[in-house]
């Protein structure tokens, strides 16, 4: 409350962030979201819980093991703060779901593993005009950007093509470390406060410790975007 | 003339972070990287396809500036030029 004052508050409360999967990037998103106090969380994920996702799904704990992620994160973003409203959703995000899914978020955070979902997410947010908050994390790497529709390339002009399906497994800091700048990005866009990481693609090398940010421009032919809107200069 | 490469996440965990190349005068910005990327296979096989071309998901970098991929054969690069190569990942 101190830090954004009773105004900034309120502006969380009133907002509807939709979180796409409740997985290694998801659990510490929905959850510092959650105690953050935004109003409205909604989170997606298809899946049931394993015991190999608890070094990062912090969600879930080992008695988890089996039930529905959903149902779980549901009553564990409830506990982490009653007074917000949690619709958890046990369900596969596709071309068929996606726009019901986003349909009342003023935001959208990509906490998802795979490129073409992504891309689906991505063409969600152009639609309504919404941010996409993105985030991709891999062993000790991860990189993270903040789409603002109209404003700033797509993820697919700063990612045309889907990188390979990871086969690394993920360390959990890596979710937790890109997952705390996603939450950051959705902080400062909803209380309207910083510089948001727009049209700056961010890269983590945990390995290396070292940050590197690389400026990203719309492509003229993006499969997405092209045509749609202008970019900022 | 010197030129420096740097490799990013798993590139730079399989060819070292930072190359330093005495490369030709002339020389274009994709067979640099190839020069820098040839002494370890399962790194060059990660940034280039069966072709030699750029696996298309690769972004690259010349002095902080993106260039097109499939513009790299063409693009010289010059003395003092850094030359980057990322993967972007997609686990979650
Ligand atoms: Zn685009």
Redesign the interface.
Known sequence: MMLFGKEGQEHLQDATIFIA?A????SPVSMYLAVLGVGTLIIADNDRVDQTNLNRQILYRDQDIGRRKAAVAGERLQELNPDITVRAVDATIDQNTVSSLTRDADGIV??????PTRYLLNSAALERGIPLFH?????F???ATTILPGKTPCLRCI????????V?P?AGVT?GFIGMIQVTEVCKYLLCRGDLLAGRLL?W?G??GRI?E????TDPDCEACAGKYTAIS | MKITVRFFARFGELLGNTREIEAREGISVIDLVKEAASGNKAGFDTIFDEEGAFRDFVIVMRNKKRIRTQDAGSIPVGEGDEIAVFPPVAGG
Do not use: H, K, T
């Not at chain 1, 997985?23 to 998801?26: C, D, I, Q, R, T």
């Not at chain 1, 990612?159 to 990871?166: K, L, S, T, Y």
């Not at chain 1, 690389?214 to 421009?217: A, K, L, Q, S």
């Open positions: 999967g997985g290694g990037l998801g990509d906490a998802l593993d795979d490129f985030g991709g994390i891999s062993g790497f991860g990189q990612i045309p093509r889907p990188p390979p399906a990871e690394f993920v979710a890269l090398d390995m290396q590197e690389i400026p990203v421009e």
